[in-house]
């Protein structure tokens, strides 16, 4: 509880504050890293039910997605990073589950299509091989330079 603070510097997002520390009775240096909290929207599930946000839920996804892929582990997090600003700018106390899995697509789509395929498959429960050839072929002949579009769901429509 003794401390008094040697040196502070931002990181370069300027998210998270080091500061270098040493303790009063003992002389002994640490490092404390102070990020701002944000609060994050409630994630309303399709069942209804309503959870906490969380970020490792969706770096799970992202990192499951980019399994072999030639993505590192600090774009994965720059990319959970981009979904969480994406949900905080929105500025509401509760977020569809759908809204952020269509923004984890949308960033998978720019980042690697393999990744964007995969969460997909996943995400939209192919039922069969036709409808996973259909998204294929949309990713290949029709959105070949446009990002996916959300689908919209009644729980995401303008009011």
Known sequence: ME???IDSRLSREG????RRRAC???ERRFTTYER???IMPLVVKKDGRREAYDRMKVVAGLTKACQKRPVSITTIEEVADRIEQFLQTRGEKEISGAVIGEEVMRQLYDLDKVAYVRFASVYRSFQDLDAFMHEL????DGRGNRKPQPTRRRS???T
Request: with cysteine; proline share 5%; charged share 50%.
């Open 24 to 26: 009063d009775r003992c």
């Open 3 to 5: 401390n008094r603070v």
């Open 15 to 18: 998210d998270v504050t080091r």
């Open 156 to 158: 995401d429509s303008p």
């Open 137 to 140: 072929k949309e990713l290949v």
């Open 36 to 38: 701002v909290e944000e």
